[in-house]
């Protein structure tokens, strides 16, 4: 079996033998692309004489040589990979068409990464620090019943539709809100609705589950799509009312870019949360959806989100770093 660096060059060498006649005249293109939480290597097709369009669909050598490694057949890979590619350049004007500079302001959106992780996609994006993490924006091009389109907002980006980081931030606050509802669910009827989505009676599923205090069920923050919503742990209003619902203060437990799990801090020691987000993160959670391994505390009466935790911080690939201490969001504008 090939090592990872032979067979990069082995792909970057054969893939256009597995694209239709039709791409005879692009020339394969291969360099590292900044994605969140990691480095990966992409492969795209530029036409000949491509007269400065920058946008075209690219497949991931990375996630390629995943797929070689499990089944082995370098044809297979290939082919797959290609066949993904033409699917890009069929999506592509759609793509393009949402690519309004003059409306973009409408569909802004913010996101959270971790800062220690994105070092180098933060020293080309707008964004802001809060605790260990860091608001990044979004810019949403497509949105569907499958999923949604968007691309982050890098300092070319900001610079083309003339919004500085105040700016991008004080629209993503608003659009994030009307585009993707905050949503707060408890985690027994999130296991209810899987339980029906499979077959299951919602009185059995009901039977299962069982009754528990309010204080003592896991509370599931995100947004109405499920996608990026643990940005949704910046709109204080939900976690206050949740707050006030339970009659105690909150601890945060990201579960993932996409969601964050909220606990009475009757619950436990917030040390321990944190020692169990870390093994859920290394054991469950992919690389580039990880999120933190620290616990936030929400104070129902100063209505403030902080840190919890106050020890040296795994980062999110295993790398020992020491913790960053931030408790009011800084602007990071480039």
Not at 23 to 34: E, F, G, I, K, N
Not at 189 to 196: A, E, I, L, P, W
Not at 292 to 300: A, G, I, L, R, T
């Amino acid at each position: 079996m090939m090592n990872y660096e032979l067979f990069k060059e082995v792909v970057a060498e054969k893939f256009q033998d597995y694209m239709p006649a039709e791409y005879t005249d692009y020339r394969v293109d291969t360099h590292q692309v900044t994605k969140v939480n990691q480095t990966l290597d992409s492969i795209n097709l530029i036409p000949n004489d491509n007269k400065g369009v920058s946008t075209f669909p690219s497949v991931y050598i990375n996630t390629m040589y995943e797929h070689y490694k499990e089944c082995e057949d370098l044809q297979e890979v290939l082919q797959t990979a290609a066949d993904a590619m033409v699917h890009g350049f069929k999506e592509a004007p759609q793509v393009a068409s949402g690519l309004d500079f003059d409306t973009a302001k409408d569909n802004i959106i913010m996101a959270l990464v971790n800062t220690e992780q994105n070092k180098e996609l933060l020293e080309n994006a707008p964004h802001r620090e809060f605790q260990d993490l860091s608001v990044i924006y979004r810019w949403v091009v497509g949105k569907d019943a499958e999923g949604i389109q968007s691309s982050i907002v890098n300092n070319g980006i900001a610079e083309k539709i003339g919004m500085s980081e105040e700016a991008l931030y004080q629209a993503a606050v608003v659009n994030t809100k009307n585009l993707f509802p905050p949503t707060i669910r408890s985690m027994n009827d999130v296991v209810r609705d899987m339980f029906m989505a499979d077959g299951m009676l919602g009185e059995i599923a009901d039977m299962m589950i069982g009754e528990m205090p309010e204080e003592q069920i896991m509370w599931v923050i995100s947004n109405d799509r499920g996608i990026g919503g643990a940005a949704s742990m910046l709109y204080e209003e939900g976690l206050h009312n949740l707050a006030e619902k339970l009659e105690t203060d909150l601890y945060i437990m990201p579960s993932s870019i996409h969601e964050v799990i909220a606990v009475s801090t009757n619950m436990g020691d917030p040390n321990e949360l944190a020692r169990m987000v870390t093994e859920v993160n290394m054991d469950q959670v992919s690389l580039d959806e990880r999120l933190s391994n620290q616990v936030y505390h929400y104070d129902k009466d100063l209505r403030k989100l902080s840190l919890a935790t106050n020890t040296p911080n795994k980062r999110l690939d295993g790398i020992v770093a020491e913790p960053k201490l931030i408790y009011e969001a800084k602007n990071q504008s480039r």
